[in-house]
Each structure stands twice: as structure tokens, then as C-alpha cells.
């Protein structure tokens, strides 16, 4: 894959958000939420960068972050060259176009009162992408099309809809205005396994037939993550731990927390499932809130040494790709 600046499309550097806690009368600030911690990434153009990592770890925030619903308390990012932290609100509004999101639920994501092809056309007409109705009515049928939906349902409401016939509705208003780059927020979790399937192929085939259409795909199954992404960056607890091309992280995993979570995925052969490394992990997540000094795993951690609690490591280049956040490694 070519990593010249000019095929990237987000480049995330330093990324913070943190969230304050606020106390007593006088709501006074006691605390903050390190929700994201230093975060620091490139997504290129036409790529799919995984993120993944238990629940709470920040890859959310991230999402929001990027999307300009959360504004960074530091850091950088640019997209498409532009540097949109520091954006205000009217020229944000004409950044996002180029940006889509599909939510994690399909239930709660789509309103009930408007019909099905009122929610895929709204982004047409906020961004003012058609110029009639006839067009409008046009291309909210051709939006169906490409997610494998009837037109004729367009004037169906929600509640009318299968779960996966929902996220395929949230597919297509992500897709509305043309985006280059999608955030998908675990957007098959609330799916059954089967329909699970469809969504990740529909959301290739999308990617293969859409020219350089980018995800950044938020998960915790690092089945699904190994299936659609080409490189994968594992969090926790609000920064990135390791980071490579998919293959490479699935093959030779060297961050303990990336081997710890890999070795709780089943696999289905059973002779493989009983001989392989198992890897316990002890204690519990620490608080956001009052994260441990330096490294953030160094606490649950089955490599740890003294040193580990000293400074926070930063992400180094292991070989060509390949980037981990541990001084043991």
C-alpha cells in the first residue's frame, strides 16, 4: 500500500478528549475522564483501519471525534489535508459531507415517524445534493438498489423493517452524499450471525465498487475486524497498544494485551482450540478516571517488570507496518 502523504486521507496525531467531572454546587471540575488518551493513526485512501478493544477503551470517542460531534480537548486531525479540529461550526458542516457514519443499533438509530426513504434522502437535502423532487425520488431508489432493498419500500416505516433490513437503510443514508471516508460503529453487534455476514459483505462489495471509499470499522469481534480490515489498531483504555496490516496482527501478535485478546477468540478446529496458548488475563479495567502511571496495561499485564510503571511507552516501528506500544517487545 502506498503511505504517501497524499493518499491519506485521515491523519489523527496526538488525539485527546478528555471529559470533565464536575462536583458540588458550584459544579466545580474534579476530575477528567481520559476517554482518549494520545492517539495517534493515518487511514489511507481506500483502506479499512480496524479498531478494536473491550468496551470503554475510547474507539467510540474516537469516531465522534473525527466525525466533529465531540470537540478534541488536544491533538490534531486532518482530512483530506484539512485540519478540522480547529474548524468552526459552518465550515465543519461542509467537511462532513464528505464523512458517514452507521450506527451501532439499527433499532434506535432510525426515526419512526419518517419513512424509510425520507431518512436515506434526508442528507440530500440537507446538503442540498438534489435539485428536485424528481431527482431526490431518483436517487433515494437508486440508494436502495445498491443495498439490496426494493424500492417500492420506500414509504415503509421503520417498525416494517427486519434488523437487517434496518442497517441496510442506515447503510444507505451513510452513502447518500458520496462519502470518502465511513465510520462504522460496531454496526453488525446488534445483529444476529447471519445477517451479520450480509452487512460486512455488502459494506466490501461498497468499498470495491465505490472509488477510494475508506472505513474506519469500530469493533470488539476481532473475527469480523480479521475479515473486513486490512490494518487493525488495538486500544485500550484510551490509546492504541499495537498496530499493523490485519494478517500480520491475526499471524504474530506482539503486544500481551493484542495475545491475550486473540487467544480468547474460538477457533473451530478443536485439535488447534485444546493445544494453543490460553492467556488469562487478571484484575479488572482500570478507571478512565484514574488511569495507573505509565504504561495503562502494566497492571494486568503477565510480561510486566518494574519499569513498566515508569513513563508510558510510546508507539515504536517493531518492523515495516508494524507498531507497538511496550518496551518489552
Same mark, same amino acid.
Given at each position: ?5 497524499d ?54 470517542t ?27 461550526e ?9 464523512m ?24 440530500l ?10 431527482e ?32 441496510? @437503510? ?12 465511513? @465510520?462504522?460503529d *460496531? ?12 452487512i @460486512?459483505?455488502?459494506? *466490501? ?8 471509499l ?18 487493525v489498531?488495538v ?38 482450540? *485444546? ?9 479488572e ?19 510486566a ?21 511496550c518496551?518489552?517487545?
Amino acid at each position: 500500500m502506498n503511505q504517501n502523504q497524499d493518499n491519506v486521507i485521515l491523519d489523527v496525531t496526538d488525539l485527546k478528549m478528555y471529559f470533565p467531572v464536575m462536583r458540588g454546587l458550584l459544579k466545580r471540575k474534579v476530575a477528567d475522564v481520559k476517554a482518549v488518551d494520545g492517539v495517534t493513526f493515518k487511514l489511507m485512501k481506500d483502506e479499512t483501519l480496524g479498531l478494536v478493544g473491550e468496551s470503554g477503551c475510547g474507539k467510540t470517542t474516537i469516531g465522534r471525534c473525527v466525525l466533529g460531534l465531540y470537540r478534541a480537548t488536544s491533538g490534531k486531525i486532518l482530512f483530506q489535508g484539512k485540519n478540522i479540529t480547529t474548524l468552526p461550526e459552518r465550515k465543519l458542516r461542509e467537511v462532513r459531507k464528505d464523512m458517514a457514519l452507521i450506527f451501532q443499533d439499527p433499532y434506535s438509530s432510525l426515526d419512526p415517524r419518517q419513512s424509510a426513504g425520507s431518512i436515506v434522502g434526508e442528507p440530500l437535502k440537507i446538503h442540498q445534493m438534489v435539485m428536485n423532487k424528481g431527482e431526490y425520488r431518483d436517487r433515494v431508489e437508486q440508494l436502495f438498489r445498491i443495498v439490496g432493498l426494493d424500492p417500492s419500500m420506500t414509504d415503509r416505516f421503520p417498525h416494517e423493517f427486519s434488523g437487517g433490513q434496518r442497517q441496510r @437503510i442506515g447503510v444507505a443514508r451513510a452513502l447518500a452524499c458520496d462519502p470518502s471516508l465511513i @465510520i462504522c460503529d *460496531e454496526p453488525i453487534s446488534a445483529l444476529d450471525v447471519s445477517i451479520q455476514a450480509q452487512i @460486512i459483505n455488502l459494506l *466490501e462489495e461498497l468499498q470495491s465498487s465505490v472509488k477510494e471509499l475508506s472505513y474506519l470499522f469500530i469493533a470488539h469481534d476481532l473475527s469480523v475486524v480479521r475479515h473486513i480490515s486490512d490494518r487493525v489498531a488495538v486500544m485500550y483504555l484510551g490509546r492504541i497498544m499495537e498496530i499493523c496490516k490485519s494478517r500480520v496482527l491475526y499471524e504474530n501478535p506482539l503486544h500481551p494485551y493484542t495475545r491475550a485478546l486473540l487467544s480468547a477468540v474460538p477457533i473451530a478446529d478443536p485439535f488447534v482450540e *485444546e493445544t494453543r496458548e490460553r492467556i488469562i488475563l487478571k484484575g479488572e479495567v482500570p478507571s478512565p478516571l484514574n488511569p495507573p502511571p505509565g504504561c495503562p496495561f502494566h497492571p494486568r499485564c503477565f510480561m510486566a517488570i518494574p519499569e513498566c510503571n515508569q513513563a508510558v511507552p510510546p508507539l515504536r516501528t517493531i518492523k515495516e507496518g508494524h507498531e507497538v506500544a511496550c518496551i518489552r517487545v
